[in-house]
């Protein structure tokens, strides 16, 4: 009798250690599961990389390319885009396409970048300096000879640029050799701004620094631009409003990357440092325009309609997850309680027991 208590006791004490084994290894399931969805939520695209240098400590290769001209010189130090040579060009791309958009729902992200550089002649101005943001179907190594800063004029492919001119063009109606501007798939900028107006050269071997911020909630691009050492200005020298899903409406992701050529000079440009960084704004986040009456031209029923669909949106993905997890959360909960309901002693065959039949005896017979 005793060894079949003992049995019984070790066999609940078995099922239930292997229920509990169970339930710790769903219950690490349903958390792995939570913060997978949790993640999911809230992650944007952040690509981002900071480069002081482009020193061997860097580890600037990982993440850029180098195309034509372009190699590290200055004691690994800075980047020269384009070689003391006639028609050369250089180009250096950051390797990984960046989503448009980002987050559930899907968001347009905003971008920000900062480098320094510096531009050089002893003969006839090149062409420059540029910023560019392709899309992720353009042939980053392709040079065109026939256009600026060794690209394509957007017939083919698409492109958005901010421009550090050193040539004054007449057929792009370039103001003078010493500008810089904004540029939509086409040399002909959107807008433009004299340099020299602010006592800034870009061809005289000086070093200078550059912002650009593109604030996705209302669709303004800004640049800045000082002299090196300096403090960022408050106000833009350039802005325009650009909607990036029109300039590539079947295209999600993009590329970034400084594209140089000389065209019939010797121009040297070097880059000294690079930073790049996506972001999503929040939804309380609205820069405020630099022309507000642009945007009071705008109805205010898209407006609306804009925040009723991201509103839909949103009830619809808590929907979803609240259904999801509930469903596993009631699985969880029955296997577990079959589990515990269900337990039965169990004892072994030598051990079963067997009914035992009882004959009445009448007191008659004892006596």
């Given at each position: 009798m005793f060894s079949v208590l003992n049995f019984e006791i070790n066999t609940n004490f078995t099922a239930q250690r292997m229920a509990s084994l169970l339930t710790s290894r769903y219950l690490i399931t349903l958390l792995y599961f939570l913060t997978f969805c949790f993640k999911s939520l809230i992650a944007d695209s952040n690509s981002s990389f900071s480069f002081n240098n482009f020193g061997s400590n860097s580890s600037f290769e990982s993440v850029l390319a180098l195309y034509g001209d372009a190699k590290v010189v200055n004691g690994s130090s800075s980047l020269q885009l384009t070689a003391p040579l006639v028609s050369s060009a250089g180009r250096l791309i950051y390797k990984n396409p960046i989503k448009f958009y980002s987050g559930i729902p899907k968001k347009l992200v905003s971008f920000s970048t900062y480098f320094s550089f510096s531009m050089w002649s002893d003969s006839r101005n090149g062409d420059?300096?540029?910023?560019?943001?392709?899309?992720?179907?353009?042939?980053?190594?392709?040079?065109?000879?026939?256009g600026s800063f060794g690209l394509s004029n957007?017939?083919?492919?698409?492109?958005?640029?901010?421009?550090?001119?050193?040539?004054?063009d007449s057929k792009y109606g370039d103001m003078n050799g010493n500008h810089v501007g904004i540029d939509l798939s086409s040399f002909v900028s959107s807008k433009a701004a004299n340099l020299s107006s602010l006592n800034l050269g870009v061809n005289n071997g000086n070093r200078l620094q550059v912002w650009i911020d593109y604030e996705s909630s209302s669709r303004r691009l800004e640049v800045r631009i000082s002299k090196f050492g300096e403090t960022r200005p408050f106000d833009p020298l350039l802005f325009e409003q650009i909607d990036l899903p029109k300039i590539w409406p079947e295209n999600e992701g993009f590329f970034v990357g400084l594209s140089s050529s000389n065209g019939n000079s010797t121009q040297l440009c070097n880059v000294y440092s690079w930073s790049f960084k996506t972001?999503?704004?929040?939804?309380?986040?609205?820069?405020?325009?630099?022309?507000?009456?642009?945007?009071?031209?705008?109805?205010?029923?898209?407006i609306k309609i804009h925040k009723?669909?991201?509103?839909?949106?949103?009830?619809?993905?808590?929907?979803?997850?609240?259904?999801?997890?509930g469903a596993l959360g009631s699985f969880i909960g029955m296997f577990i309680w079959t589990i515990f309901a269900n337990k039965r002693p169990i004892a072994p065959?030598?051990?079963?027991?067997?009914?035992?039949?009882?004959?009445?005896v009448s007191v008659n017979e004892k006596q």
């Open positions: 420059g300096l540029a910023f560019v943001v392709f899309s992720d179907g353009y042939p980053v190594d392709l040079f065109d000879d026939s957007g017939d083919s492919f698409k492109f958005l640029s901010v421009e550090f001119d050193t040539s004054m972001r999503q704004s929040p939804d309380w986040m609205h820069s405020e325009p630099l022309e507000p009456m642009v945007f009071k031209e705008k109805k205010e029923n898209e009723e669909n991201d509103c839909v949106m949103r009830i619809l993905s808590a929907l979803i997850l609240g259904i999801g997890l065959e030598e051990y079963a027991m067997t009914a035992v039949a009882h004959d009445k």
